[in-house]
């Protein structure tokens, strides 16, 4: 069961036993808050890795399944035109440029991923500053 932190208060006039006394509480509420955040951070980052992997997997998609369909059929249009083989070419790179492009953006969102920040960072410079002040006294 949560519970939710005391307001912020002006504690200059408190003594040290009743301020070393909310010392557990905000350390319970610090934890609680860290591990919220811990929790938020994998849930986003499962999810933005669920959407880049679905691009690539459209990616792959258009690249080999669309590739002899739609290739064979503005290959026979476009020999109307140009030579058989320019036809070819042509729809080729359209082919590869829609790859590209799908690829590009699973790839921003893999990078999109990779610059998020760790909550476990956050856990760790906590604990410091808390062995740090405990080390004062």
């Given at each position: 069961m949560?519970?939710?932190p005391?307001?912020?208060?002006d504690r200059?006039?408190d003594?040290?036993l009743?301020?070393?006394?909310?010392?557990?509480?905000?350390?319970r509420?610090l934890v609680?808050?860290?591990?919220?955040?811990?929790?938020?951070?994998?849930?986003?980052?499962?999810k933005d890795?669920?959407i880049?992997?679905?691009?690539?997997v459209?990616a792959?998609?258009v690249?080999?399944?669309?590739v002899?369909?739609?290739?064979?059929?503005v290959?026979i249009?476009?020999?109307?035109?140009?030579?058989?083989?320019l036809s070819?070419?042509?729809v080729?790179?359209?082919?590869?440029?829609?790859?590209?492009v799908?690829?590009l953006l699973g790839?921003m969102?893999?990078?999109?991923?990779s610059?998020?920040k760790?909550?476990?960072?956050?856990?760790?410079?906590d604990?410091?500053?808390?062995?740090?002040?405990?080390?004062?006294?």
């Amino acid at each position: 069961m949560m519970t939710t932190p005391r307001g912020f208060r002006d504690r200059a006039d408190d003594g040290l036993l009743t301020l070393m006394g909310e010392v557990p509480e905000l350390v319970r509420n610090l934890v609680v808050a860290e591990v919220d955040s811990a929790k938020s951070w994998v849930t986003r980052t499962a999810k933005d890795v669920g959407i880049g992997a679905g691009w690539f997997v459209a990616a792959l998609f258009v690249l080999f399944w669309s590739v002899p369909a739609l290739g064979a059929f503005v290959i026979i249009g476009l020999a109307s035109w140009w030579p058989a083989w320019l036809s070819a070419l042509v729809v080729f790179v359209v082919m590869i440029l829609i790859v590209a492009v799908l690829a590009l953006l699973g790839l921003m969102k893999f990078r999109k991923i990779s610059r998020a920040k760790n909550p476990g960072q956050s856990i760790a410079e906590d604990v410091r500053a808390v062995k740090e002040a405990t080390d004062e006294f």
